[in-house]
């Protein structure tokens, strides 16, 4: 479980990442001192928290205007606000901002100064709705839906045998077709999760596709031959061997 902390202010991080500590949980734990700093490790990464606990008075940008664009973003990729991550939980000492935060989809509202076992129940309630949500996640088929042109268009992650990056716009590798959009592959390497390998900057493969592979490059089942990044190669071999003696 990956729980990110937004204050701009260390001991305000400070506090909750040691009472997050307290929960005996396994989780990896990442602070942000503003909603800028947030935002952009999510967009390097491509990986959003699980947990995020945003205050809302920060300078630069507040805590409601970030929440305004993770849902945002949510919007843009036709995924719910309702029922996915990460789940917003606000930290702030001034409760007139509740009706605010809760008009951004927040999950809970957390009232400076808190007491730990107000955090305590806080935290039990959103690792409960994580594991739930995660849970969901896995039972459906992976799909994502593309906006290419006039249309949208939900694609199984099954069919999809590589994707590429091409400056601003992804190629999806449908086998022998090809579907192009705007999009990001560090997105869609988050999206698509297990059995995805991304080998070079430029392709992220689907594993149940490789044909053979060298530390130069992979050959998928269509024929296409893609790039394999020098720094990519051994964790990429690791994870083929992990997933076929997965399948088998």
């Not at 593309?146 to 999806?172: D, F, H, M």
């Not at 560090?186 to 053979?212: A, C, D, I, P, T």
Request: charged content about 25%; proline content about 4%; some cysteine.
């Amino acid at each position: 479980m990956n729980v990110a902390i937004c204050d701009d202010e260390q001991p305000g991080r400070s506090r909750i990442r040691s009472l997050v500590q307290r929960q005996g949980m396994e989780c990896q734990i990442e602070e942000f001192p503003s909603g800028q700093a947030l935002l952009q490790a999510i967009d390097g990464a491509g990986e959003w928290p699980d947990i995020l606990f945003l205050d809302i008075s920060m300078d630069g940008m507040d805590g409601i205007s970030v929440a305004k664009e993770l849902r945002a973003r949510l919007r843009e990729s036709q995924e719910p606000v309702w029922g996915s991550l990460p789940l917003l939980i606000f930290v702030s000492g001034r409760p007139e901002y509740m009706p605010e935060a809760f008009g951004v989809n927040a999950f809970q509202f957390l009232v400076k100064p808190f007491g730990e076992a107000d955090f305590n129940r806080v935290f039990t309630q959103a690792a409960q709705e994580y594991r739930f949500l995660a849970a969901q996640k896995q039972k459906k088929p992976k799909e994502i839906l593309v906006r290419s042109q006039n249309s949208t268009r939900s694609i199984r992650a099954e069919g999809i045998y590589y994707v590429e990056s091409s400056n601003r716009k992804v190629i999806l590798c449908l086998g022998q077709e090809k579907l192009e959009y705007y999009g990001k592959i560090s997105r869609l390497e988050q999206e698509l999760g297990s059995g995805f390998f991304r080998v070079h900057k430029g392709f992220l493969v689907n594993m149940q596709y490789v044909e053979q592979y060298s530390r130069t490059g992979v050959r998928m089942q269509n024929g296409d031959s893609l790039l394999v990044s020098k720094y990519k190669y051994q964790d990429f071999a690791k994870a083929y061997q992990d997933f076929i003696s997965e399948e088998t």
